[in-house]
């Protein structure tokens, strides 16, 4: 059984960093992208960012262009979101998630319903 889980999050005032680790185990994540998503209070889950299985493709949201950075070394490692100049909006729980892509090592699925595999979530709060 495949499991995600998400640390690193907690609280941070506006302007400050943090970063966040995804660790999978339960198999072997090649021709697996993996995606940040994050719900804010009282809204829906959305995209944050996404890599692709090799690494060498990248997506962002345009609110957290130049801010944050998605990372892997490999298809085995720990995937990161680097958050720098966290504004208050940036609150909300973070969710890694992974998307089979046999095939795509090029590809970044952008919608939550292609992600197969999900984390619990961490909290990020950002105060003013």
């Known amino acids: 059984q495949v499991q995600l889980v998400e640390s690193g999050g907690g609280l941070v005032q506006a302007g400050g960093s943090l970063r966040l680790s995804c660790a999978a185990s339960?198999?072997?994540?090649?021709?697996?992208?993996m995606g940040w998503f994050r719900q804010p209070p009282g809204k829906e889950r959305e995209f944050v960012a996404g890599?692709?299985?090799?690494?060498?493709?990248?997506f962002y949201r345009d609110s957290v262009k130049g801010r944050f950075t998605i990372s892997r070394d490999n298809a085995k490692s720990p995937v990161y979101l680097q958050m720098n100049s966290l504004k208050p909006e940036d609150t909300a729980v973070y969710f890694c998630?992974?998307?089979?892509?046999?095939?795509?090592?090029?590809?970044?699925?952008?919608?939550?319903?292609?992600?197969?595999?999900w984390g619990l979530g961490t909290q990020v709060t950002v105060s003013s």
């Open positions: 998630a992974g998307a089979a892509v046999p095939g795509y090592s090029w590809k970044v699925p952008l919608s939550r319903t292609e992600y197969d595999y």
């Open positions: 339960g198999r072997t994540f090649s021709n697996v992208a």
């Open positions: 890599i692709s299985w090799s690494g060498g493709n990248t």
